[in-house]
């Protein structure tokens, strides 16, 4: 029987039972209408903010857990559990994504999540989000291969704006992560499409994007896509870039790479999906007219997966909804 599912950016039509609602979800999120990936499951392989990195302008805020430990975190059944039970009706998916707000790829069962998916749901393609920091261990690279598109990252490749920016644990050089990278496109015969994260005055400077052209072009991505900040990141000096200086950066590597360079548009809606959830949104309306609170207190609060909610707050910023305001705690929404 179809039945309307509510995602980030509006409802869906999907054939669905009833039972689809019945269960709360504690490792999957969404669907949520991505821009990479359009209508993409969120699989969350590790606890809040466990990563070897502690970007100036990751949306889910500071790092709490900085490492490259790689940790069971969870039961994989119990993540197993929830996945069969989404998947019972096989709904409608673009994709199934590892993503989170924290590094998939330290999660030490990976690959007994990635083969069971393949083997029980060859159908559907299989997207794993990753700041490719764990990419120079041949383990890791071994278990991933299986994944039908793999999106990495490299916001720099001189060390000092490495650490500028993407603030690694200690002792994490942006060489490695390079030559992981490069080591992944020899081995791997899926997509790779690589996210360059574009810092205004910082990484967009003529001796870094020299850098980070060159680097481009020996890991030889598919594609490379630009992104800049879309609602306040961790630090309040990252501003976002400009479409004309992305256009700018875009055009200069294009003149050495021969790979589609592409700038992450704002979310094209899809035309079922006109607007975020209306409940969702008067839920987050009604909180925030009350009460500025951070993105994790409205998950929280509403019992939201910190993702779903990103995506909406970051829709309802762009359309100018939301005030932000940074606070000691982080950085705080109120309705306008
Ligand atoms: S942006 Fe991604 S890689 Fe960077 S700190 Fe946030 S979760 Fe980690």
Not at 15 to 26: D, G
Not at 119 to 130: C, F, G, R
Request: aromatic share 8%.
């Amino acid at each position: 029987m179809p039945i309307t599912l509510k995602t980030a950016l509006g409802n869906r039509i999907y054939n669905l039972e009833p039972h689809f609602r019945a269960m709360k979800y504690k490792h999957l999120f969404g669907p949520v209408v991505s821009r990479r990936l359009g209508v993409s499951l969120g699989v969350d392989l590790v606890p809040y903010k466990y990563c070897p990195l502690n970007c100036v302008y990751c949306e889910v805020q500071n790092t709490t857990h900085l490492q490259t430990r790689r940790e069971a975190f969870f039961p994989v059944n119990e993540i197993l559990t929830e996945l069969d039970h989404f998947m019972l009706d096989r709904p409608h998916l673009d994709y199934i994504t590892f993503s989170g707000a924290g590094e998939p790829t330290l999660n030490s069962s990976i690959s007994e999540i990635i083969l069971y998916i393949k083997s029980h749901y060859p159908e559907y393609k299989l997207a794993l989000l990753t700041n490719g920091v764990l990419l120079d261990s041949d383990e890791v690279l071994q278990e991933i291969l299986p994944c039908d598109v793999i999106l990495p990252s490299l916001d720099a490749a001189s060390q000092e704006l490495y650490e500028k920016v993407n603030r690694p644990q200690s002792g994490l050089l942006v060489s490695d992560q390079i030559a992981g990278l490069i080591k992944l496109r020899e081995r791997y015969a899926g997509q790779i499409w690589l996210e360059v994260f574009i810092v205004p005055e910082i990484t967009d400077v003529p001796a870094e994007l020299k850098l980070l052209r060159a680097a481009i072009g020996q890991i030889s991505p598919d594609l490379v896509q630009l992104n800049s900040l879309d609602r306040p990141g961790a630090e309040d000096w990252v501003k976002a870039a400009s479409t004309q200086r992305l256009k700018e950066i875009k055009n200069y590597l294009a003149e050495e790479l021969a790979m589609p360079i592409e700038i992450i548009a704002k979310i094209v809606t899809p035309p079922e999906a006109k607007a975020p959830d209306e409940e969702i949104v008067h839920l987050i309306r009604g909180s925030l007219s009350r009460r500025e609170s951070t993105a994790e207190d409205l998950a929280f609060m509403l019992d939201i997966h910190i993702n779903e909610i990103s995506a909406i707050l970051r829709e309802l910023n762009a359309e100018g909804k939301l005030q932000t305001d940074r606070r000691a705690r982080g950085v705080c929404y109120s309705w306008k």
